[in-house]
């Protein structure tokens, strides 16, 4: 590849990473004409994610990773041929704000033919609040986040077993959106 397309990659890379963290920030810009000085401030996350108990079952999970400002994180997990596996607790949703708000969490499309099941599903307690579907189309699911909750979010794949399945650790990410 030239020096032109790794630029060209990496500025399609750059711009997928912002259009997949937009909204989960407030921001404000101020204009002062007389003394030409341009002020900006971004508000904190309403939310955030943290790592869950789950996160460190190293039998089914090798790594959680939290972007900077905690509104997507990866998961390379290492799901069993012919069997569902299921991490509780993987991840935590925490408000950060004293208002309910709504918000949206997105994951991109699994497309592979031997997933037969991938979900994200956020508790609270025994109560399930929604659950992300990864095997639609566009994978996402909208809720009231009350002032100051804390949210459990498990995941579960099933993997069929045969000729083209692979146990092959794999990463899996999913995004925080703010409306």
Request: glycine share 8%; no cysteine.
């Amino acid at each position: 590849m030239t020096g032109r397309g790794k630029l060209l990659a990496l500025s399609g890379a750059l711009l997928l990473l912002g259009v997949a963290t937009w909204g989960a920030v407030e921001a404000a810009l101020q204009w002062s004409s007389s003394s030409a000085v341009v002020q900006t401030s971004v508000a904190p996350p309403v939310a955030h994610f943290e790592k869950g108990d789950g996160a460190s079952n190293s039998r089914y999970v090798k790594q959680v990773t939290l972007s900077d400002n905690r509104t997507r994180f990866m998961v390379v997990a290492k799901p069993r041929l012919g069997a569902e596996t299921t991490v509780k607790d993987v991840v935590r949703l925490v408000s950060d704000r004293p208002t309910d708000r709504l918000v949206t969490l997105k994951a991109a499309p699994i497309t592979n033919g031997h997933v037969e099941a991938f979900t994200w599903t956020v508790k609270n307690g025994p109560t399930t609040v929604a659950t992300v579907d990864s095997l639609q189309p566009s994978p996402a699911a909208a809720f009231a986040l009350p002032a100051g909750a804390t949210y459990k979010i498990d995941l579960k794949v099933t993997l069929a077993e045969g000729a083209g399945s692979s146990e092959a650790a794999a990463s899996f990410s999913l995004v925080l959106e703010v409306p």
